[in-house]
């Protein structure tokens, strides 16, 4: 409504409201004035002013009880055709109700509209209320989890999803990530579960079948094993022969003697791409592995001093090495990616620094949030990176420099191998790095992964 018009409302409410005191005060006048003329025909005008009074009094009383007795029950009781104040009263408890009603209409219209339209979502939502139990669902759900309708509205969702992924992740509380399951109708498909917070307490739980997307996606990773796999052989045979021709070139009476750099050359690449196909087969392995099992404590100390041999053949005595190594903290995790992680720092640290620079290496524990957990930091004094590349790194065959990661005989798969071996272990890379100062990689670990060989001694 406009505000003229609203302006004009309120006039009109205010005079009949005005002429409504009126009647009432004619009503009192006829009350009073009749009552004592009536009283003063029998001698008694005193009396007859309290009748008056009191037919009044009761008229008021009637019409406020039958006002108690509607807001009660309105459906059932009617309020009585009532001139003055009272009449006045009721029309606008009925207008009020009126109002009510049609914004109940519209809320329950738009309540149906939208959940007909989540009904009609491939995925599945689930509304589950702060309690844990369902409050509605829709049809994808009924599909996706197997939920009835209505036996289930009031369920708890734990019940009626057991899986203990699934119970981890609601204990947990993280929400700003999902969960995959396999489907408690036929484990052959997948399930992605994500519970969103909302309202008081509220929990929208939407699940999507993603049994496809993973089908494609073991597909992509099969095939890259595969074909690397393939090429392993035929390179082998070919390396083979390259390496009997090489040795061959190396004699002065051999007819392949002007073959020496061709030959060199060919064995180089042929070295690169057997290298390219190692890190392949080991990427396609970790995507298609289990997270890292925690029954068995690593010797990290002695793995790392394993590493560290490594990068010094690699250096060629051309780095300085800075050990920092507890030998009292191990790790629960599986070794060969451990190994990986720590060759791959290391290797990175070794072929991105200059002659002469220091490569640190620390193994100890440090603390956060009340607890102890293992940390593995590799500092290097080489050239650095760019800040707008740091997020850019563990992405496959991602390299600041082509030319160079090349020559040094990278294959730009390192940091990608170091990114999915680390979340098999729940752990986190961060990288800080200067251009021209050197770069920091540490390796965070979660605290449950932590075995601490001196708190044991000392207990024993
Ligand atoms: P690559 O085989 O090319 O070294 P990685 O995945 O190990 O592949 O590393 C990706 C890129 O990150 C490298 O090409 C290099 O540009 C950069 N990088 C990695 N480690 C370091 C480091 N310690 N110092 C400087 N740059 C680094």
Redesign the pocket.
């Known amino acids: 409504m406009s505000s003229p018009e609203v302006e004009d409302n309120r006039r009109t409410l205010a005079s009949d409201m005005r002429r409504a005191w009126l009647v009432e005060l004619r009503r009192l006048v006829l009350a009073i004035g009749g009552g004592w003329l009536a009283g003063y025909l029998f001698a008694a005008p005193h009396l007859g002013m309290a009748v008056g009074l009191l037919v009044l009094v009761s008229y008021h009383f009637r019409l406020l009880y039958l006002l108690a007795r509607w807001s009660l029950n309105p459906q059932r009781v009617e309020l009585p055709e009532s001139g003055g104040v009272w009449g006045e009263i009721f029309e606008g408890l009925y207008a009020t109700q009126r109002r009510a009603r049609q914004r109940k209409r519209k809320l329950a219209s738009i309540l149906a509209e939208f959940q007909a339209s989540t009904a009609a979502l491939p995925d599945g939502a689930i509304v589950v209320t702060p309690r844990g139990h369902i409050a509605w669902f829709n049809t994808a759900a009924q599909g996706l989890l197997g939920l009835r309708s209505p036996q289930d509205i009031g369920a708890r969702i734990n019940n009626l999803i057991r899986h203990p992924g699934f119970q981890r992740y609601v204990e947990q509380g993280d929400f700003s990530k999902d969960v995959q399951l396999p489907s408690p109708l036929n484990a052959q498909y997948t399930l992605n579960l994500r519970l969103i917070p909302y309202g008081n307490g509220q929990r929208l739980l939407i699940v999507r079948d993603v049994s496809e997307h993973q089908r494609l996606d073991r597909m992509r990773r099969d095939f890259v094993a595969n074909a690397s796999h393939e090429l392993r052989t035929p390179l082998t045979v070919l390396s083979g022969y390259i390496e009997m021709m090489h040795g061959e070139a190396g004699r002065s009476d051999s007819a392949l003697a002007s073959w020496g750099a061709p030959l060199g050359e060919m064995r180089g690449q042929l070295g690169r791409m057997e290298h390219l196909i190692g890190d392949l087969l080991k990427l396609a392995r970790l995507e298609s592995d289990t997270p890292a099992p925690r029954n068995e404590p690593i010797d990290m100390a002695k793995l790392l001093h394993d590493a560290l041999r490594q990068a010094e053949t690699l250096s060629r005595g051309v780095h300085r090495f800075e050990s920092e190594i507890d030998a009292d903290v191990l790790l629960y995790g599986r070794e060969s990616e451990l190994q990986s992680i720590a060759i791959?720092l290391l290797s990175?640290?070794v072929?991105?620094s200059p002659d002469g620079g220091t490569i640190q290496v620390e193994w100890r524990t440090a603390r956060a949030s009340g607890s102890d957990y293992p940390l593995l930091r590799v500092k290097?004094s080489?050239?650095?990176?760019e800040a707008d590349a740091i997020p850019r790194?563990t992405e496959r065959f991602?390299?600041?420099?082509v030319g160079r990661?090349r020559a040094t005989g990278?294959?730009?798969?390192?940091?990608?191998i170091v990114k999915h071996a680390l979340e098999h272990h729940e752990a986190e890379l961060t990288v800080e790095?200067e251009p021209g100062e050197g770069?920091v990689?540490v390796c965070h670990f979660p605290a449950y992964r932590l075995h601490q060989v001196r708190q044991q001694r000392r207990a024993g």
């Not at 080489?382 to 990176?385: D, W």
């Not at 991602?398 to 420099?401: E, M, S």
């Open positions: 791959n990175n640290a072929r991105y290097d080489g050239i650095g990176i790194l991602f390299r600041v420099d990661s990278g294959t730009g798969l390192g940091l990608a790095s770069s990689f």
